[in-house]
């Protein structure tokens, strides 16, 4: 694999990024490849006997095969569930591209491939001056955008990859999550975000109901190529 690992950002929060991750990482996993995570920031964590824990992190550590200290995997993590930059404030912290950047380089250091999910979407701050889209360029792997199937995903679709193209990422392609299993004119949607997208790695129809995760055994096999 050319790339030690991929960025996972989304349109918008809540538009299933963990499941991508973690879905991704097994596939990965199933295909022999030695995968590790990373949450590098989270806010919205719950107190455990061992410290504060991401649910996020918790579910990208499952789908690894590469261990790793919490504190690799998730080196920013945060009691309030709002806005990262906001949350660190709150708790007297500052974020440091450098201390993740180590941490995504330890990580690489055992592993094929890096499975790194953001939080928030592209541009969601991380202090007053870094965003999102900061993190990915300093981690410098391709980003896989996951589009939340919603009303008014196009916009934020569309918004997001022409930011990503403009930071000078390198775009990887893209998710097609089915959150909302009300949303009308589906097959329409698709059709635009195709013709400005290109073919999604994945389809996610809706996320299943107990719990599985979906296979994307064939968007892994894509990636790899590369």
Sequence with gaps: MSAKGFFITGTDTGVGKTVVAAALARAFSVRGRRVAVMKPVASGAEPAPEGLRSADALALMAAANVPAPYETVNPYCFSPAVSPHIAAHECGAVTDLAVIRGCFDALAGRADCVVVEGAGGWLAPITESTAMADLALALRIPVILVVGLRLGCLNHAFLTQE????????????????????MERVTENLATLVGRLGEPLARIPSLDPRGASPDLGEAAARLEGL
């Excluded at 990422?169 to 009300?182: E, K």
């Design 163 to 182: 930011s990503i193209r403009a930071h000078g990422a390198s775009f990887a392609g893209w998710v097609a999550n089915g959150i909302d299993p009300a």
